[in-house]
């Protein structure tokens, strides 16, 4: 009789809830500064779900920590609904290199993927390859010579090189730099000469600033059609690929939960946020939360064995 009851309680209180919210403003958490693709997509979002809502849907610029500070205060914030996160890839990958995670990863459930893509594999003209058999061997022959720039430890770009290096054998150098920007300026100025970045910078290969050898893709990629993918040329273990997607607190009711993700899939269905993300060479999509728990746990077992292998932390 008393779990009757109690259960009793519990549904009346997420119907409560449900049914009175949005109360105020809902703020969306990007655990990166402003600017960057996480940042321009929550930005896509906001006005959307404020109309759909009818609260403000307001962005959060909370980076820091390899991004488990933003991370971070979603997972401790209060399980009300009023509190988002989206991330990207660094919700895999740190509980796997942060030795004091600042959060329980338990504590933040997922509620829809929109995004995914690969990154290509960029390189200076000074490296004289024209495939990725001819890069390997002269990074094999020239031992830290193959300089990697990344957007940060623990960033995508960073462990897309470490995958490659592990893939291949070769030695290479990572720095890494204060977000995609400098990384790539850094680049086309040659103190790095290799970087694992976005379709949208293809308009430097198109020019001849840069070579772009490869995408990490299981296919070529539409708005890049003349880059093949590492699998055409001998490499499809380096299968990289970022994603962005919104999560809540886990202790928020599952019925609150399931009405925020369907809102947030009919948004990501919407032809404008379709078309901002066809637009930087993504695939877009609408997951379930059961949809995009599947992939998440997927990529903690993949990346898992690469992290260990190559040894990294943070």
């Known amino acids: ?69 933003g991370t971070a205060a979603v997972a401790h914030a209060a399980p009300d609904g009023h509190t988002l996160l989206l991330a990207s890839f660094g919700i895999v990958t740190n509980p796997l290199m942060l030795r004091n995670l600042p959060y329980d990863p338990a504590a933040l459930a997922p509620l829809c993927r929109f995004a995914l893509g690969g990154a290509v594999l960029y390189l200076h003209p000074s490296v004289p390859a024209r495939t990725l058999p001819e890069l390997v061997a002269w990074a094999r022959a020239n031992p830290g010579a193959l300089r990697f720039g990344s957007s940060g430890m623990g960033s995508s770009p960073h462990i ?7 893939a291949t054998g070769v030695e290479m150098l990572h720095t890494p730099y204060r977000g ?51 699998a055409e040329q001998g490499l499809p273990q380096v299968l990289a690929r970022t994603f962005y997607g919104f999560f809540c607190p886990a202790a928020v009711p599952a019925a609150l939960r399931e009405r925020i993700a369907d809102d947030l899939r009919g948004v990501a269905a919407g032809q404008a946020i379709q078309r901002a993300i066809g637009d930087d060479g993504l695939e877009a999509m609408a997951e379930t939360p059961a949809e995009f728990a599947a992939f998440l746990s997927e990529q903690h077992a993949f990346w898992s064995r690469v992290i260990r292998e190559r040894n990294l932390s943070l």
């Open 1 to 69: 009789m008393r779990r009757r009851v109690l259960l009793g309680s519990l549904l009346a209180t997420s119907a409560l809830a449900q049914a009175g919210w949005p109360a105020r403003s809902v703020e969306v958490v990007v655990p990166y500064a402003a600017g960057g693709p996480t940042d321009r997509y929550a930005r896509e979002f906001t006005p959307r779900l404020s109309e759909l809502w009818g609260q403000q849907a307001v962005v959060a610029n909370k980076p820091g920590g390899a991004t488990a500070i």
């Open 160 to 166: 897309s090189a470490e995958l490659f290096a592990w």
């Open 180 to 230: 995609s920007a400098p990384a790539l300026t850094d680049l086309l100025a040659g103190h790095v000469n290799a970087l694992f970045d976005s379709v949208t910078t293809m308009r430097f290969a198109r020019d001849g600033r840069l070579r772009a050898m490869a995408i990490s893709q299981p296919e070529r990629n539409a708005q890049a059609p003349e880059v093949p993918t590492m």
